[in-house]
């Protein structure tokens, strides 16, 4: 069983930056692809980002990219979302994923969900 653990929501203001740690516990595997969700009040869940484990493929929301990073640090089995120019329309509780494919990760059905973390931008 995997478990994820997420770290690094909060309150910031419109303009500011923030980063956001993904932890893998339990079993874990070569090649987990790990990601990320998010979904603001009233909205669906969109996807974030995903990536590798290798770190050799990123993926990102077209909506989002050149705001948002992804990237991992193996040794320590643990993913960051940096996310810079932050908007209001930003603030969801953003959700950690794994998978062994990483389809399952970008398509939107992962088979491991993190608790979810808070991001709130003020304007």
């Known amino acids: 069983q995997v478990q994820l653990g997420e770290s690094g929501g909060g309150l910031v203001q419109a303009g500011g930056s923030m980063r956001l740690s993904c932890s893998v516990s339990g079993r874990t595997y070569n090649s987990l692809a790990m990601g990320w969700f998010r979904q603001a009040p009233g909205k669906e869940r969109e996807f974030v980002a995903g990536i590798t484990w290798t770190g050799g493929t990123t993926v990102y929301s077209d909506s989002l990219k050149g705001r948002f990073a992804l990237s991992i640090n193996i040794a320590k089995q643990t993913t960051y979302l940096e996310m810079s120019n932050l908007e209001p329309e930003d603030t969801a509780v953003y959700y950690c994923?794994?998978?062994?494919?990483?389809?399952?990760?970008?398509?939107?059905?992962?088979?491991?969900w993190g608790s979810g973390t808070q991001v709130t931008v003020s304007s």
């Open positions: 994923v794994a998978d062994l494919q990483f389809r399952a990760v970008t398509s939107g059905s992962p088979l491991y």
